[in-house]
């Protein structure tokens, strides 16, 4: 009997007590773990951060990431919708089947004429969409509800990727507005998609900046069901007061194209994902505004003067002491001036100052470095190229197709060949290689072109960069370990969840 026993007895025995009670509790504990897990389940938000602001959710005429991003969720691309497809006529027709009961998030039936309209809108130029130059000379026919033909001018062996990126927009919302007015409706901020999630609302200031987006899964979603409900994206205007948001906790994860440190900024259970991107940052040579860069033998010079190794190690995180450079004795310049114009992002201003130091050591007497705002560069400066030396980045969303970067006709906008470069040669190899459907003739193809570009020396290749990807705890099921862009990261969006629950196996 308890009762009886003495003091210090007492004592002992519900400490004895206790700790068996704890000994039978662990082993419950650990036999419950081993014959359980958690699973995901459905719920939640998850409030992911942005620098910038949502300007036309409508993949067709926007190329603004924070746009592109909200895009990729709410609207569909053709891959997600397709339920077969055949390649007919040795690569130059393409018939789709797309899946029966597909809907827009509004309810109304998407169907083939989706598809056709909007590969016709893209077609227009009074469109100005970014996707115009990928499909000119495509026709597409509408065979029945759900079968659309394509029809190409050549084969095309990068086709089935270009038809899997396209986005459909509905055609029972865009076809009563004038191309001209396609930038003045409400649906540019309050689409109808058929992507996982739908739009719910957005908040803004009393000046118009957009402070937060609210996306809510959508029921006629054909694919999977993302599990977290309500994705919700937080937008600041700069990535200093995005990172202290993060810090405390406002928001639950962020990407970023600019590599930068993170320690001190962020808690320490936060995972840093550093996903592989294509995306190479150059100094492009144009040789229609300085004639003397016309001459192999400089553009030889220029690019031997620069020690790369040393440059990624000044730029991205490693200060290093100055080495002995070689002098550019060779041009016979004596009063050579040279222009870099860069968009005024940190880690290429510094890539700048590391360049022009290089080549004054060489034996430049005076380089010059102008930095403008990216978009007032990219459509007043690149557009036009006028430009000396661009020191710019490209993603390759397609690494094995040159022709947008290097094919003589890209060398004007809306062509991305930066370079302005021409060589009949390598014309005629990319061209090839886009219609060559055996990829060890493909490749043999490519790695001459390359061989040649580097060769001619058009442009001095810098660096490569990935994506980097941040977010708390909280959030399982992020995959990515490759994206062509940055709104790939949701590729898996399915697979994300913020909730779980332990489940006996």
Do not use: C
């Not at 144009?286 to 003067?305: H, S």
């Not at 302005?420 to 014309?427: A, G, P």
Request: glycine share 6%.
């Amino acid at each position: 009997m308890v009762g009886t026993f003495l003091p210090k007895e007492r004592g002992l025995f519900f400490v004895a007590v206790g700790l068996f009670v704890l000994a039978a509790i662990s082993r419950t504990a650990i036999a419950i773990q081993g014959k359980s897990e958690f699973i995901p389940i459905a719920g939640g938000a998850y409030r992911e951060g942005v620098v910038g602001q949502p300007i036309y959710i409508n993949p067709i005429i926007s190329s603004n990431q924070p746009d592109l991003d909200i895009t990729a969720l709410v609207y569909s691309s053709l891959n997600q919708l397709i339920e077969s497809y055949e390649i007919q006529d040795q690569g130059r027709t393409y018939v789709v089947i797309l899946k029966e009961n597909l809907f827009w998030s509004n309810g109304q039936p998407l169907a083939s004429d989706d598809v056709i309209f909007t590969i016709r809108l893209i077609q227009d130029p009074e469109t100005q969409s970014p996707l115009f130059t990928g499909w000119q000379g495509v026709a597409a026919e509408r065979l029945s509800e759900i079968k659309v033909r394509f029809s190409l001018p050549a084969p095309y062996v990068f086709f089935t990727e270009h038809l899997a990126r396209l986005p459909i927009i509905p055609e029972h919302i865009f076809r009563a507005i004038p191309v001209a007015n396609l930038k003045l409706s409400k649906y540019n901020l309050e689409p109808v998609g058929s992507g996982p999630y739908r739009f719910e609302s957005f908040s803004k200031r009393g000046n118009g900046f957009i402070t937060e987006y609210r996306l809510v899964g959508n029921d006629y979603y054909p694919g999977p069901k993302p599990y977290i409900q309500h994705l919700i994206f937080k937008f600041y205007e700069n990535e200093d007061t995005l990172l202290e948001a993060f810090r405390l906790r406002k928001t639950d994860g962020f990407g970023s194209l600019r590599p930068f440190v993170l320690d001190g900024f962020i808690p320490r259970n936060a995972a840093i994902r550093t996903i592989s991107m294509p995306r190479t940052y150059a100094l492009f040579f144009n040789p229609n505004v300085n004639p003397l860069l016309k001459d192999k033998k400089i553009r030889y010079a220029l690019t031997k003067a620069i020690d790369k190794e040393k440059l990624i190690r000044s730029v991205f995180g490693n200060s290093i002491q100055a080495t002995e450079q070689e002098r550019l004795e060779t041009l016979g310049q004596n009063n050579l001036e040279l222009t870099i114009i860069l968009p005024n992002i940190d880690f290429l201003r510094k890539t700048a100052a590391f360049i022009q130091r290089s080549w004054q050591e060489a034996g430049i007497p005076k380089v010059n470095v102008i930095e403008l705002p990216p978009n007032e560069l990219i459509n007043d400066i690149v557009r036009y190229r006028k430009y000396e030396i661009l020191l710019f980045g490209q993603i390759l969303e397609n690494p094995q197709d040159l022709f947008p970067f290097w094919h003589s006709s890209q060398r004007f906008h809306p062509g991305l060949n930066l370079a302005l470069y021409e060589n009949k040669k390598v014309d005629g190899l990319v061209e090839k290689a886009r219609q060559e459907f055996k990829e060890d003739i493909r490749l043999a193809q490519l790695e001459e072109a390359e061989r040649l570009i580097i060769e001619d020396a058009p442009a001095i290749f810098l660096y490569t960069l990935p994506y980097t990807y941040v977010h708390s705890e909280k959030l399982r099921g992020f995959g990515k370990e490759l994206i062509t862009n940055p709104a790939q990261r949701f590729d898996n969006i399915a697979e994300w969840y913020v909730r779980a629950a332990r489940v006996i196996k």
